[in-house]
């Protein structure tokens, strides 16, 4: 079945030391997405790939980072993780503007 | 900025009908969506609604949009213990090529047997 896919689906990284976060699909979408989602919040858009075109949210912070080397996957990299940062992390994909469709998420602690 | 809010929670019994309501205030979102997202599972898209429909039935869900008053509210009927989960409702802002969501904060259904 065609789907997005998550991994790992639960991460625990220490303060400070740098994380990856992996998404991929087989929806052969073109825009992919990452979402911040902590515990009883709202999921926060945290930037998404246009196809190779990164577009970042204007209130995500540095420390976030993403990669999309190819169309299948995109990787949320979290330079110096702080305690604020445990969270789920949710990716979408979409065909242009069409529904998103999302990963099961992978949550994040840090110690 | 654009603000989406829901109230937290909502208890009722099975087999009576659910309404989850919503208040959004981007009057210039095309369209509007209902997300379920159980325990420790991603987000599934129940339902959309055009921004120029007033209402939208889709099975035991209906969806009312009241334009004037930037409401929106969701209605399940006939609602089983496996309708228990977090709704989100979300506005979509258009930005060309793609769609960014803005979500509430979710309401915690809970179906008593």
């Known amino acids: 079945d065609a789907m997005v896919i998550q991994n790992p689906r639960y991460q625990v990284t220490q303060f400070g030391k740098p994380v990856t976060l992996s998404c991929s699909q087989t929806l052969n979408h073109n825009v992919m997405y990452w979402y911040q989602q902590k515990s009883s919040q709202a999921p926060k858009l945290l930037f998404h790939y246009y196809d190779k075109d990164f577009n970042n949210e204007a209130d995500t912070p540095d420390n976030f980072q993403s990669r999309r080397p190819n169309t299948s996957f995109c990787f949320l990299d979290i330079r110096s993780p702080g305690l604020g940062d445990a969270a789920m992390y949710l990716c979408a994909t979409s065909r242009d503007s069409d529904e998103q469709f999302f990963g099961p998420g992978t949550r994040l602690t840090v110690l | 900025g654009e603000d989406v809010e829901q109230s937290l929670f909502l208890s009722v019994r099975e087999g009576d009908s659910s309404v989850i309501n919503c208040t959004y205030t981007?009057?210039?979102?095309?369209?509007l969506y209902w997300y379920k997202q159980e325990p420790g599972a991603g987000l599934q898209l129940l339902t959309y609604i055009f921004s120029n429909m007033d209402m939208k039935q889709d099975q035991r869900l209906t969806v009312l949009l009241n334009k004037k008053d930037k409401h929106l509210s969701l209605r399940i009927a006939d609602t089983q213990t496996g309708d228990s989960a977090i709704y989100f409702c979300?506005?979509?802002?258009?930005?060309?090529?793609?769609?960014?969501?803005?979500f509430g904060t979710g309401t915690l259904l809970a179906v008593q047997p």
């Open positions: 981007d009057s210039s979102s095309t369209y």
């Open positions: 979300a506005e979509g802002e258009y930005g060309g090529a793609t769609n960014k969501l803005i």
